[in-house]
């Protein structure tokens, strides 16, 4: 994929690679112009180098994060749970079709199932580790969210599952000390801000105000029916998360009973990161309920390696949980061990196959052609450097709807060229307007973009890959 958002940070992180420019924030956030921190451009700029610019790197780059992240969080399962039920998640995790897509190309969101999981791991080990390395799972807690909220501010929701578990904890365990994790974290945590804070300070708290803005005077908190909302956050997120289109009814059903079954189970012995997972889930979608936003697939990024850490802990196979869940008649039959476990075990085996099975349709990689959305900038790039060579130019797209121009930019000066930046108001004696869309209007225009330019003539007019290339000049 190389889009919008994908050329606009090729362009950033192009500059950080080659010691040109280190931005103190980082992409826009999708409630207005609200700024994240510039952590995932700097994660991610080492394999633009390593590419020579090809940003194609940008993907493998969160191609191979996303393998990392899978391994840690399999050894976290594997450290928390069972070798099994360790297994059972890995397998959840890599084929799972939404983590797949997401692993494929570059934007910031898509680090964030990973990031956030162990952020929940190294909060509930720094409440039940002792001195020192207590002091370390908590800077490490504190810095991994810190870095999550980087990523996506709707990691900022963790917050609720995390609160919740530590009060629990504190009126389980009845030691006060432990108020000395949220106290350390919370400096951690600022610390991941200090860019922020400086582009702040520079300008004037911008990104503050924005904030306030959005608050204020957008429509960001859900006004509608709680439950109606709650049922329909769920209903997407179960389909997103297993791939495949259920009722609400039944995805209310699955959830609830994931939800009841690892409380269920983890009441038989306790384990402090399963119960932060089975709050993380339904309390990120209560939280999630008074966002006023549309339902898509990465706003669950927080939580769907959660829920597949339950649905793995529910079906690691332990004989005295098959009598404690399942009322079977022929109980009698199966009290010895091996037969309640092999029974047990062709049915997680069964689901599991169920689940690889929905999955694997999705993987348009295997079998479908690849969109290679970065072959059109690729040609159109080169032939304008070509032509301008280093003189710098203006450029922009038609229509509004047509995708952004930093595609587009990143390739021209890839091959040499010069763009003027998309908000400045500099004008040069060249404008190229792209257009996908016939009839092109690039005189006498509706977009400012290109009114800015001024009284312009059509110089040259060029076709590739079906986007029509207008060189204009001044009269």
């Not at 956050?233 to 259920?246: Q, R, S």
């Amino acid at each position: 994929m190389f889009l919008g958002d994908q050329g606009r940070d090729a362009l950033i992180v192009k500059r950080i690679a080659l010691l040109q420019n280190f931005p103190a924030i980082g992409p826009p956030s999708s409630i207005g112009e609200v700024f994240l921190g510039p952590f995932y451009y700097y994660l991610v700029a080492p394999f633009l180098v390593l590419t020579r610019l090809n940003p194609v790197g940008l993907a493998l780059g969160v191609a191979l994060l996303s393998s990392v992240g899978i391994y840690v969080a399999y050894r976290i399962a594997k450290k928390t749970i069972s070798p099994i039920g360790a297994f059972y998640f890995f397998v959840l995790t890599t084929f799972s079709f939404e983590l797949v897509r997401i692993s494929r190309f570059s934007w910031n969101p898509n680090l964030l199932p990973y990031f956030s999981f162990i952020t929940l791991f190294f909060f509930t080990k720094a409440l039940e580790e002792k001195n020192k390395r207590r002091t370390l799972y908590t800077l490490l807690f504190g810095l991994f969210f810190g870095l999550s909220f980087q990523l996506h501010h709707l990691a900022g929701l963790l917050a609720l599952p995390i609160g919740a578990f530590f009060l629990f904890e504190l009126i389980r365990q009845k030691k006060l000390h432990l108020f000395t994790v949220p106290l350390i974290s919370i400096g951690a945590f600022l610390l991941t801000l200090t860019p922020l804070a400086i582009f702040e300070l520079r300008h004037q708290f911008l990104n503050t105000k924005n904030l306030v803005s959005v608050f204020t005077q957008q429509n960001i908190v859900s006004s509608g029916s709680l439950y109606v909302r709650l049922y329909e956050i769920n209903n997407k997120f179960m389909e997103f998360a297993f791939h495949y289109p259920l009722s609400s009814f039944v995805a209310l059903f699955l959830l609830i009973g994931i939800l009841v079954i690892s409380i269920v189970k983890c009441s038989k012995k306790y384990n402090a990161f399963v119960v932060i997972n089975i709050l993380a889930v339904p309390l990120y979608l209560f939280g999630f309920s008074r966002v006023n936003s549309s339902l898509i697939p990465h706003y669950y990024n927080v939580i769907y390696v959660s829920i597949y850490f339950l649905v793995a802990y529910i079906l690691e196979y332990k004989s005295k949980d098959i009598q404690t869940h399942f009322a079977l008649p022929v109980q009698a039959v199966l009290r010895r061990k091996y037969i309640q476990k092999i029974l047990f075990s062709i049915c997680s085996v069964v689901l599991i196959a169920l689940y690889v099975y929905m999955q694997v349709p999705g993987y348009e990689f295997i079998f479908g052609k690849g969109s290679f959305q970065d072959a059109s900038p690729r040609k159109i790039g080169a032939y304008i450097a070509q032509n301008e060579g280093n003189k710098k130019i203006n450029l922009t797209t038609y229509p509004t709807d047509f995708t952004s121009r930093d595609c587009y930019q990143y390739f021209i000066e890839l091959n040499g060229g010069s763009v003027v930046n998309g908000q400045s108001i500099e004008v040069t004696d060249t404008l190229y307007v792209l257009c996908d869309k016939q009839p092109c209007k690039v005189l006498n225009s509706d977009s400012w973009n290109i009114q800015m330019f001024g009284n312009a003539k059509i110089d040259t007019i060029k076709n590739i890959d079906g986007i029509a290339i207008y060189k204009l000049t001044h009269k």
